[in-house]
């Protein structure tokens, strides 16, 4: 089981052409996601319990991992093969391949980020919160999975939820998660031996089948923090270069609105460097030696009060 949470920056190979502009920047959008599991025995709970058999006593979850993503990539759905990314989060809670998975989708322009947090407690019934989400309109898709372990191949899944309502950001979500066979091993219990499924079928729901009832093995909840871009067409235009950099970009701006702040967060949301420009220069020179390489994104504040976010690219 690999329970480690990345807090390493991604490394990204993006090509960008040319200079960013702010008429081509996304609206940008910061979210909570939690899920919170209620595994247990239907006799034990009567209510919420969702297995029909005893829960073993070494139950828990291996990390929630995905990825923001657009239209053009599927890490998963019920009714298609699972990737061996998938494969291996369903069987074994390792999430080697899939992350590999999601970064050639990152370098292909299909996803911007890859998402991973553990549990708390080790057990059946517990939580973990994906804090301060940063997702571009452009890649407004989350798809998301975890293990139900131990198990043979049985996990938890959301496949490209859409954070957009037209072109506004939906302000909350709450989905119940019913448990899915990866269709990649054939054992029919929580301690079935390795029994491996040749060839792999569909990913299908336990919905009433194996040791579930009907009832969802938890909730995901999708809550807004703050919307962190405004509509890109009402601010002037703004071109940072050279982009990708070694760590020293300008920023140049029009001298009726010039750039006033700069924030600088990761591809995971955490805000990294917090810069002011006092003098209001239009040609800014932003000197981000002290990061990693890496995928980020600067929020600007304009002199009349607007913002735009961009993405850098750091080599």
Partial sequence: MNNFTITSKLTILVALL????????QSTASYDITFNSVWENEIIDPVNGNSTAAVPGNA????LVGTTHNSNYTMVQMGTLASTGIKNVAELGNNTALMAEVNAQINAGNADQWLQEGFA???????????NIVVSSDYSLLSLASMIAPSPDWMIAINAIDLRDGNSWKTSISIPLFPYDAGTDSG????????????????????????FNNN?????????????????SSIDNVSIYPNPSNGEFTIKSKRS???????????????????????????????????EQGVYMLRLTYQNGLTSVNRIILN
């Fill in 121 to 131: 407690p080790f057990a059946a019934i517990s939580s973990t919160t994906l804090s």
């Fill in 60 to 63: 828990h979850w291996s990390n």
């Fill in 257 to 291: 609105n010039p750039v006033k702040s700069i924030q600088v967060y990761d591809v995971l949301g955490k805000l990294t460097n917090t810069i002011n420009n006092k003098a209001l220069m239009t040609d800014y020179k932003l000197n981000l030696n002290d990061l």
């Fill in 188 to 211: 029919a219990n929580y301690g079935s031996a390795n029994f491996p499924t040749v060839p792999t079928v569909p990913i299908t729901s336990l919905i009433n089948a194996g040791p």
């Fill in 18 to 25: 040319g200079t960013i502009y702010t008429s081509s920047a």
């Fill in 216 to 232: 969802p093995i938890g909730t995901l909840t999708i809550t807004l923090n703050q919307v962190l871009s405004v509509d890109e």
